[in-house]
C-alpha cells in the first residue's frame, strides 16, 4: 500500500487538484470533521482560516493513500489507514476533510488535516516518511495485502517491536522486507507531473545522461555527449542541473545516481559528479533556456525561409569558401572564349586561372563529405571506445598491469559487483577469461586464442597459473537443440534475467549467457546447454533446474558421456522427477535407485503411523479431560480403557502428562481397554459410552465417580 504527503498552506489550487476529474475521474466529497462548509473548496477555507492563529505558515497536511489494484475493500483498507495514522501522529480531534476518486476501477483518497492545534501548537511530522510507512504496513498486514518494500522497513519493523506489534514485524521479516536494499521509488511525484507536462519521459533522460556519462572522461566530452541528446548541462543554486529537450530542469546529481541504480552499474556520487565537472564555468539555468530559445527560433526562421533564396546569382559564378565569385571574372573568361585576338595576357592569365578552379571545383563536388565525416566518427567512436575498454581493464587488472596492449583484444568487460570480486572479459574472438582478485585466480573458457595471451598476462602479474575449464558436456530440452545455432541479443537478455531470478550469477554476450555453477561455467542458448570445467553437483542441480522449469521436465544429453557421468545425472533427475533422454545407467545405479525408493517407502509408511499414534495419543488427553467428540474418534478399546478403567482421579492424573510420554504406554492401554471391554460388554451386551462433562451430567454414583452409561 502506498501512501504520501505534503504540507503547504492550503488554498484554491488544492481544491482544484482534489476536485479534477480529468481523464474521466470520479470525485466523491467523505464527510468532514469539524468544519462547517458544504463543499470541498468551503471546508478548505474554514481549515486554513481556523489555523491562523498557529506558530506555522504552513498548516495544512495533505496525504494521498492508493491501496494496491488487487484490494478487495478498499475504502476498508483507507478506513483502518486513516484509524493508525491519525493515532500515529495525534490527529483524532484535528480538523479534517477529503476526497474519494475512482479511476478506471481503482479507487484512492486524499485526506486534508489541520496541523494546529487550540493553543497554536503545531503538530510534529517529525520522521513522518518512516512513521507513514509504519501505517501502510500495518494496514497491508491487517488487510492481508502484500507487503510493500520501502525505504524505512527496517526502521518501521524496529518501532513496530517496541510498540508490541511484534506480530507485524515478523510477517515483514518472513516476507524478506528487511532483507538487501531498502526500496527506492522510481520516480517522485513531481517528477512524474514534469514528464506527464512536458511529455519527456524520466527514464529517456537518466538513459541519456548515462550514455553520455560513460561515453565522456572530463567535462568537456561530458556537456558534448549530453549535448547529442538535446540536454544542457547548466549551474544551479545547489549544484549542477539538467536542461532537457524541453526546458525543465532536473538535478544532474539525482539523475545520474537514479540511472546508475536503474542500470545496476556502480553507484554515481555527487563527489564523482564535481570532480568531473570542475574546470568548465557552464551557464546559468537562465542562460541556457535564453540559448535553447534563441536556437529554436532561428531554426524556425530557416524553416520558413523560400526555398529559391540565393537563386538569382549571376549564371556562371563559381562558390568558393563561402564566397561567390563576381560574375565579371566569368564575364572576362568569356571574352577570352570566344577567341577575340585582341584579347590582353591579363585576359588570358584570368582564364587559365578560371579553368583551374573550375575544375577544382568540380572535383570537390565528386567527394561525398558526408561519408567522410561519417566514417570519421565511427573511427573516433571506436577509438575512444577500445580506450574506455582498456581504462576498466587497468582498473580492474592488478597494479602496472599494460592494458593498452590488449585493447583491441577486448569485446565486453563486466565488472565486479558489490560484495564480488570476480570480473569476465570477453574477448573479441569468442573467449573468456574469468579473474578474481581476491582469490588470486584466472580462469579461461571458450574458443581458445587471445583470451589465453590476455589470461597468461594477468597470470603473470598475479604469479598463478591459468586454469582452463574446457567443454565437458552438453544437454538439450529435445532432440532438435542441436539446430540452434545463434541466439538473439533480446533472447541473451531475457536469460539472463530468468537465471538471476533463480539465483545464479549470470553474465549475457554475443554467444549466449553464461552462468556460474560451483567450479563450472554453463552456457545457456535456450534450447541447449554446454557445460565447462566438469560435470560438478552444481551444474548438474542447475542443468535439472533448466529442465523443470523451461522445458517442460525433459532433459536430452548430447555427445559423449561417461557411465559415472551419465549414472550421477540419471540418478539426480530420479529424484527430481525429470525424464531424461538418450541416456543408458548402469545396473548397479538402477538397483540403488531402487534401494533408495524402498527406504524412502519405509521411512514415509514409519512417520505415517508415528503421526498416527501421536493423534491417538493427543485425542486420549482430550478424552481424559472430558471431551466427548474427542472420545469418540479413538477406537474401542481406548473408550474403554478411559471410561471405565480409569477413575476420575485416574483421568485427572492422565490429562496432566505430556504426549511424549503417552504414547509409548498407548499399546498397554489398548490392552487394558480390551480386557475391561470384554469384561464390561460380554455379560451385559451393552456398549461403553464415554462419561458426559461435570456440568452436562444428570447424576453421579454414590461414590461420585462418573459412572459409563
Known amino acids: 500500500m502506498i501512501a504520501g504527503a505534503t504540507r503547504g498552506a492550503g488554498g484554491p489550487s488544492l481544491a482544484r487538484h482534489l476536485m479534477s476529474r480529468k481523464g474521466g475521474q470520479n470525485v466523491e466529497v467523505m464527510p468532514a470533521r469539524h468544519l462547517m462548509g458544504e463543499t470541498l473548496r468551503e471546508q478548505l477555507d474554514d481549515l486554513v482560516m481556523t489555523s491562523a492563529h498557529g506558530r506555522t505558515s504552513r498548516p495544512v ?211 564523482a559528479v564535481r570532480k568531473r565537472l570542475a574546470g568548465i564555468n557552464f551557464p546559468t539555468v537562465e542562460e541556457a533556456k535564453n540559448a535553447r530559445s534563441k536556437r529554436r527560433n532561428s531554426e524556425r526562421s530557416e524553416r520558413r525561409a523560400p526555398d529559391g533564396a540565393g537563386a538569382s546569382s549571376p549564371p556562371g559564378s563559381v562558390e568558393r569558401s563561402g564566397r561567390r565569385e563576381p560574375a565579371r571574372r566569368n564575364q572576362a573568361s568569356l571574352a577570352s572564349d570566344s577567341g577575340d585576338p585582341r584579347s590582353s595576357p591579363d585576359s588570358t592569365s584570368a582564364h587559365r586561372k578560371f579553368v583551374r578552379e573550375r575544375a577544382a571545383a568540380i572535383a570537390l563536388s ?135 531470478m533463480r539465483g545464479y550469477s549470470a553474465t549475457g554476450g554475443p554467444d549466449g549467457c553464461w552462468i556460474t555453477a560451483g567450479h563450472s561455467r554453463i552456457r545457456d542458448t535456450g534450447d541447449l546447454l554446454e557445460i565447462h570445467g566438469g560435470l560438478t553437483d552444481e551444474a548438474i542441480a542447475a542443468t535439472l533446474v533448466k529442465a523443470r522449469d523451461a522445458w517442460g521436465g525433459g532433459v536430452y544429453l548430447y555427445g559423449h558421456w561417461t557411465e559415472a557421468e551419465q549414472d550421477r545425472m540419471w540418478i539426480a533427475a530420479m529424484r527430481a522427477g525429470i525424464e531424461i533422454q538418450n541416456c543408458n545407467p548402469s545396473e548397479s545405479i538402477q538397483k540403488a535407485w531402487q534401494r533408495e525408493q524402498e527406504a524412502t517407502a519405509k521411512t514415509a509408511k514409519t512417520i505415517s503411523a508415528v503421526r498416527t499414534e501421536v493423534i491417538e495419543a493427543q485425542r486420549l488427553l482430550e478424552a481424559a479431560k472430558g471431551d466427548v467428540e474427542s472420545a469418540k474418534k479413538l477406537p474401542g478399546n481406548l473408550q474403554a480403557f478411559v471410561a471405565v478403567f480409569l477413575d476420575d482421579d485416574q483421568r485427572r492424573e492422565l490429562a496432566a502428562q505430556p504426549i511424549a510420554e503417552i504414547v509409548p504406554q498407548l499399546e498397554r492401554f489398548r490392552k487394558l481397554g480390551t480386557t475391561e471391554l470384554q469384561s464390561y460388554e460380554a455379560p451385559a451386551g451393552q456398549k461403553v459410552a464415554f462419561a458426559e462433562r461435570e456440568k452436562d451430567k444428570p447424576s453421579v454414583g454414590p461414590s461420585g465417580a462418573h459412572a459409563p452409561q
Open 61 to 271: 497536511h495533505h496525504v494521498h493513500i492508493d491501496p494496491p489494484p488487487d484490494c478487495a475493500d478498499p475504502e476498508a483498507a483507507i478506513e483502518t489507514f486513516l484509524k493508525h495514522y491519525e493515532a500515529e501522529f495525534g490527529f483524532e480531534n484535528s480538523q479534517r476533510c477529503g476526497v474519494y476518486h475512482t479511476k478506471h476501477g481503482r479507487r484512492h483518497a486524499h485526506v486534508v488535516w489541520s496541523l494546529v492545534r487550540d493553543d497554536g501548537s503545531v503538530v510534529s511530522l517529525a520522521h513522518d516518511h518512516a512513521r507513514r510507512e509504519k501505517v501502510s504496513r500495518i494496514v497491508e498486514f491487517e488487510h492481508g495485502l502484500p507487503f510493500t518494500k520501502g525505504r524505512h522497513n527496517r526502521s518501521a519493523a524496529a518501532a513496530l517491536r517496541k510498540e508490541g506489534r511484534a506480530d507485524v514485524a515478523t510477517a515483514m521479516e518472513a516476507a524478506g522486507l528487511l532483507d538487501g536494499r531498502p526500496g527506492i521509488a522510481h520516480s517522485t511525484p513531481r517528477q512524474r507531473a514534469q514528464a506527464e507536462r512536458t511529455t519527456v519521459p524520466i527514464d529517456e533522460i537518466r538513459s541519456d545522461a548515462l550514455a553520455a556519462w560513460k561515453a565522456s572522461d572530463d567535462a568537456k566530452s561530458f556537456a558534448i555527449a549530453l549535448h547529442a541528446f538535446g540536454s544542457i548541462v547548466a549551474t544551479g543554486n545547489k549544484g549542477f542541473v539538467l536542461v532537457d529537450r524541453s526546458g525543465s530542469t532536473h538535478s544532474l546529481n539525482r539523475v545520474l545516481a537514479a540511472a546508475g541504480r536503474q542500470a545496476g552499474e556502480d553507484r554515481i556520487t555527487a563527489a
Open 366 to 500: 565528386t567527394i561525398d563529405l558526408q561519408a567522410i565525416n561519417t566514417t570519421r566518427r565511427d573511427v573516433m567512436k571506436s577509438i575512444k571506445a577500445q580506450d574506455y575498454k582498456a581504462k576498466i581493464l587497468a582498473e580492474i587488472a592488478p597494479k602496472g598491469f599494460n592494458s593498452h596492449a590488449f585493447a583491441l583484444d577486448l569485446r565486453m568487460i563486466k565488472q565486479p559487483s558489490p560484495g564480488n570480486s570476480t570480473s569476465r572479459i570477453m574477448t573479441t574472438d569468442g573467449g573468456w577469461i574469468e579473474y578474481d582478485s581476491v582469490r588470486k585466480s584466472v580462469r579461461t573458457w571458450g574458443p581458445a586464442g587471445r583470451a589465453q595471451v590476455l589470461a597468461a598476462a594477468l597470470a603473470h602479474a598475479v604469479g598463478v597459473e591459468v586454469e582452463h575449464l574446457a567443454k565437458t558436456a552438453s544437454v538439450g530440452a529435445d532432440a532438435a537443440a542441436l539446430k540452434v545455432t545463434k541466439v538473439s541479443e533480446d533472447a541473451v537478455k531475457s536469460l539472463v534475467i530468468w537465471w538471476s
